[in-house]
């Protein structure tokens, strides 16, 4: 096969892979405006995960143990991220309300040896309890809060240490890094451990989790940011002790 035919045999199987696969991509793309700001504009998460399509099909290597649909999924949707997060909508006051939070809540915990309560948490802010409120509001809107928030990544899951291995994708999915996150959400209290679940696994919106708790959009959206950012920080301890 010489090489012009080689190219546009490639062609034609790309053109295929975006045309079986673009439904996949519409549907991640809708799936995160969900919980952005309108700002952010769902034909250009499209765009972008259009490319991540493309670079899964360009590096998919099927025995590995994952199936397309998973591995171009996961390539889909962190190009959407990287293209919100050059984007730069977020006011630096809310990333730094973030690092901010989450180091009081880093701090409270180590004094105390307990979960940060909300008032502790405002007093170590040293502002009041409205104040910190407001703040975790402006963290949740203006800020994708995620699960890769907390630094899970395709690098965490190929890292050198499982690079050429024969263990199969989903069960590198399954590794340290996500057993102790699932840790950390138990010991997280139950009204903020349930509305995790709420959110992520059964993939409720703030408002559908206020009605199923009988408090108000505000105050879950509250709840939802202080619990992200207390595992952002245990997390990020976690970290610290496995590099050590």
Not at 15 to 23: G, Y
Not at 101 to 119: K, L, S
């Amino acid at each position: 096969m010489n090489s012009k035919v080689a190219a546009y045999q490639q062609s034609v199987d790309m053109n295929a892979i975006v045309e079986r696969h673009a439904p996949l991509v519409k549907r991640i793309a809708h799936h995160l405006m969900a919980r952005l700001p309108a700002s952010v504009i769902v034909d250009d998460l499209i765009q972008s995960g259009m490319i991540g399509l493309l670079e899964a099909a360009k590096n998919f290597d099927g025995s590995k143990g994952a199936s397309f649909e998973t591995f171009a999924g996961i390539r889909i949707r962190g190009a959407m991220l990287d293209e919100i997060r050059k984007g730069d909508w977020t006011p630096r006051s809310v990333h730094k309300n973030s690092r901010t939070i989450t180091e009081a809540i880093t701090q409270v915990e180590r004094e105390t040896g307990a979960d940060a309560r909300d008032v502790d948490i405002a007093a170590k802010l040293n502002v009041t309890l409205a104040q910190y409120h407001q703040m975790l509001n402006e963290v949740n809107a203006g800020k994708l809060v995620a699960i890769e928030d907390l630094g899970v990544s395709e690098d965490v899951i190929g890292d050198e240490q499982t690079k050429g291995s024969d263990i199969p994708f989903e069960d590198l999915m399954q590794g340290a890094f996500q057993k102790a996150l699932a840790h950390a959400i138990t010991t997280l209290p139950e009204r903020e451990a349930i509305v995790l679940s709420l959110y992520y696994d059964e993939e409720l919106n703030l408002r559908e989790i206020g009605e199923v708790l009988e408090v108000s959009e505000s105050r879950v959206s509250q709840i939802h940011s202080q619990a992200m950012l207390k595992l952002k920080s245990r997390m990020q301890s976690w970290r610290m002790t496995e590099t050590q």
